[in-house]
């Protein structure tokens, strides 16, 4: 049983193919290679702007054409090249028509991220923030507005809370832990 030459996996390769031994096939696009293969692939990548890997692509497309007509085809005369570069213009005018018919492919790092600054984030953030604050225990927001808000050391903050500094310190560490299960509770994390 002769088997036919394996087709590349694309959809548009289930067309019929002719029923040749791998060797024939073999044979057939070894010398259609040798003969058009390097004049060709110079020919599309011309076509495509120097873009090799199209060009072998489209070299590859054409060896599957021809040898799907390999019974009306000889790859080793001349007479088969007008049609051979005529199959490869084709496609590579087939190919920049279906791109251009497609919207313009972005990658990742051309997305913007946020193209206009517009303050949402951060206000929604200080709403948040807010919020988890008014939960904590009055001492603990107490020494974080203090510290945090209005820029006091633990002295200074001990001094005018009439604490001692420790006591300060005590309050600021546990504010701080309790701050942060607060805001990791609704999807944020405190830096």
């Known amino acids: 049983m002769e088997t036919p030459l394996p087709l590349t996996g694309r959809a548009k390769d289930s067309r019929a193919v002719p029923a040749r031994s791998a060797r024939q096939a073999e044979e057939f696009l070894d010398a259609l290679y ?8 110079g020919f599309a990548a011309r076509l495509l702007d120097g873009d090799r890997h199209r060009a072998e692509d489209v070299l590859q497309e054409v060896a599957f054409r021809a040898w799907q007509r390999a019974d009306d085809l000889d790859p080793t005369t001349n007479a088969l090249r ?4 005529t199959v490869v213009r084709n496609l590579v005018i087939d190919g920049h028509r279906s791109r251009k018919a497609r919207p313009a492919e972005v990658g990742a790092a051309e ?21 988890a604050m008014r939960e904590l225990a009055p ?19 001990a001094e005018v809370l009439g604490v001692p500094p420790g006591t300060v310190k005590s309050r600021v560490y546990y504010a701080m832990r309790a ?3 607060g805001l990791s509770s609704r999807g944020l994390t405190a830096a």
């Open 82 to 85: 007008p049609w051979l570069f």
């Open 179 to 181: 701050l942060r299960d």
């Open 34 to 41: 040798e003969r058009h293969g390097s004049a060709l692939l």
């Open 139 to 157: 001492n603990h927001r107490e020494v974080l507005v203090h510290v945090y808000f209005m820029g006091r050391s633990l002295a200074q903050t």
């Open 111 to 131: 997305v913007p991220v946020s193209p206009v600054p517009d303050g949402v984030d951060r206000a929604l953030t200080r709403r948040v923030v807010v919020e």
